[in-house]
């Protein structure tokens, strides 16, 4: 099992906005020039944007606190300029990263027993309360069956997904939640389910049930 997909977010404003924001902090002179495009962020939606974009880079020392980053941003064109240009790969990645975010609450929902559920670009983390690692081995098969089951509901975007006998292994009431939950994490696909579960189709309209 491909256990997540790579968000590719290394677009060329995501790479070069650091190394300017870099260079405009550690300067002297104020700089002139044109206003910033987009409406000037409140100070500390600025900070939280910046902070949390340069941590993605282990750059935050550069920022300073946010009374030393307030007055230049204030006071320095450039610097609310590329901040603007922070805030829009912010929300690009907010956008691109919404399904792996409703896949992991819910997910986490499911699952029995204290556990939490992270994905990075490269793998899915299971996790205790206490922020043990679970091994994904060590998961029921009813966990690892439906934790694939909805990865690959996210992953298939507008395709269609088509599986036999998706109650395998998996307890009732996640039967009973299945159609609603792969709805609910892509809308967009057409599901295809192949089942002899009563509890998989009890909430569907029987216009949606074929009688084989």
Do not use: C
């Not at 043990?132 to 694939?148: D, M, N, Q, T, V």
């Not at 109650?167 to 609603?180: F, G, I, N, R, Y």
């Amino acid at each position: 099992m491909s256990e997540s997909g790579r968000l590719r977010h290394g677009s060329k404003a995501t790479r070069s906005a650091p190394a300017a924001l870099r260079g405009i902090l550690s300067a002297k002179k104020r700089a002139r020039g044109r206003s910033a495009r987009r409406k000037t962020l409140p100070i500390p939606t600025a900070y939280s944007r910046a902070s949390k974009f340069l941590a993605r880079q282990g750059s935050t020392a550069i920022l300073g606190s946010v009374e030393e980053f307030s007055k230049r941003y204030a006071n320095n064109l450039q610097i609310r300029s590329v901040v603007n240009q922070i805030d829009r790969v912010e929300e690009l990645i907010e956008i691109a990263t919404s399904p792996r975010q409703r896949l992991r609450e819910l997910i986490s929902a499911l699952f029995t027993g204290p556990k939490t559920v992270e994905f990075t670009d490269t793998e899915v983390r299971v996790l205790t309360t206490k922020h043990a690692l679970i091994p994904l081995r060590y998961l029921s098969s009813g966990e690892k069956h439906l934790l694939r089951i909805l990865i690959d509901t996210v992953r298939i975007d507008e395709s269609a997904i088509l599986i036999d006998e998706p109650e395998l292994s998996m307890h009732v009431d996640w039967q009973k939640t299945l159609v609603a939950s792969m709805a609910q994490l892509n809308p967009n696909a057409q599901i295809v389910l192949a089942s002899h579960s009563p509890e998989v189709m009890a909430d569907l309209p029987d216009s949606k049930i074929f009688r084989l």
